[in-house]
């Protein structure tokens, strides 16, 4: 069992940044890939960015691309923790952001694929 817990989330202006953390209850380095989801309302949760277990590998959805960016805290001996920083924020980013974990190390973009799942944290981008 892995209980993940996001925060950083909040209420910005367009144009600006946040760093969402994702915290793990146990190491996910070299065991679990990792990624990021949102669901804004009405909408359904879509994929946002993912990296393989050992990191090397690292997807982002099409549209986010050079503004958000997946990393592991890697001053971080137990490697616990996620980030996603987010850039150039836009109110059509404004959704809940949800941390997600797979017990497997390959990267996927299917949020069907993975095992843990995070409680969400809430993004609003005002205009």
């Known amino acids: 069992q892995v209980q993940l817990v996001e925060s950083g989330g909040g209420l910005v202006q367009a144009g600006g940044s946040l760093r969402l953390s994702c915290a793990a209850s146990?190491?996910?380095?070299?065991?679990?890939?990792m990624g990021w989801f949102r669901q804004a309302p009405g909408k359904e949760r879509e994929f946002v960015a993912c990296f393989s277990a050992s990191g090397g590998r690292e997807i982002y959805a099409d549209s986010l691309k050079g503004r958000f960016t997946i990393s592991r805290d890697n001053a971080d001996n137990a490697k616990n923790t996620v980030y996603l920083q987010m850039n150039s924020l836009k109110p059509e980013d404004t959704a809940v952001y949800y941390c997600?974990?797979?017990?497997?190390?390959?990267?996927?973009?299917?949020?069907?694929?993975?095992?843990?799942w995070g409680q969400g944290t809430q993004v609003s981008v005002s205009s």
């Open positions: 997600a974990a797979r017990i497997e190390s390959a990267a996927v973009l299917d949020a069907g694929l993975y095992d843990y």
């Open positions: 146990r190491r996910t380095s070299s065991a679990y890939a």
